[in-house]
């Protein structure tokens, strides 16, 4: 990855921060994207020189072309976006949810996965290549107690990855989606405290570290992943672990 550039939103902690140690521990310049500005102030701290922090809510397109474009400036170019920012809330049944929080969840999950490649695919089709990996969900395949706003987000962020596979591969671009299994992250310590559905009566101990679904993310920056483009990547898979160098 030396010499290239990488964005990252939701990368305050969790998968966004393992990536970003990651893709910098490879020679990369790693962009910064979340809301939370001391995280990412601190981690971009941690790299150093090839590290910027950006202020951006995904949800706000503006600001997410604003941040493409502050990471290009600064950089020379960009090569690979991570769509990784995602919540999960509101946890709990449909017929009982917030509806507000419910669009809130669209509107980060689904949404700023949109404006993330909306804002990145002009230039990587002028520039003739690109990489954009959305961090996908078994919930987009299947529905899950509790979740109708992260499995319905996830379904549709799945859908965008086919779709910009479909539209941009002929053009250069690597669209695909990684779904990494049960990550111990925040986002596992809320699911365990609403105590709704299987998912969050699981021991702590079976949750993966956030670094392994870094790992699989470089990797799918290679021509290794290729035949993966337009899917999900699921790190479940014993194959795949296996590519990915985890096994």
């Excluded at 969790?14 to 990369?28: C, E, K, L, M, R």
């Excluded at 990587?124 to 959305?134: F, R």
């Amino acid at each position: 990855m030396v010499g290239k550039t990488v964005l990252i939103t939701g990368a305050s902690r969790g998968i966004g921060a393992a990536a970003a140690h990651a893709f910098a521990a490879s020679g990369a310049n790693v962009a910064l994207i979340a809301r939370s500005t001391g995280e990412i102030a601190q981690i971009a701290g941690d790299i150093g020189e090839k590290a910027l922090a950006i202020p951006c809510d995904v949800s706000s397109f503006a600001e997410m072309e604003a941040a493409v474009a502050a990471t290009a400036r600064t950089f020379g170019g960009l090569h690979v976006l991570i769509n990784n920012a995602g919540v999960v809330d509101p946890i709990g049944h449909l017929a009982e949810t917030d509806v507000d929080a419910w669009a809130r969840t669209i509107d980060i999950n689904l949404k700023g996965v949109m404006h993330g490649m909306r804002a990145v695919m002009p230039g990587m089709i002028a520039q003739g290549h690109g990489t954009i990996i959305n961090i996908s969900s078994g919930a987009a395949h299947g529905p899950v107690e509790g979740w109708s706003a992260y499995c319905s987000s996830k379904a549709g962020a799945y859908m965008l990855t086919r779709m910009g596979d479909k539209e941009a591969r002929d053009h250069g671009l690597r669209i695909m989606g990684l779904s990494p299994g049960t990550v111990a992250t925040d986002m596992q310590r809320e699911i365990k405290a609403s105590g709704i559905n299987p998912v969050s009566q699981l021991d702590w101990s079976v949750h993966i570290p956030p670094e392994w679904p870094a790992q699989a993310l470089l990797w799918m920056c290679t021509d290794e992943a290729d035949a993966y483009r337009g899917t999900d990547v699921s790190l479940r898979e014993d194959d795949i672990r296996q590519k990915v160098g985890l096994v």
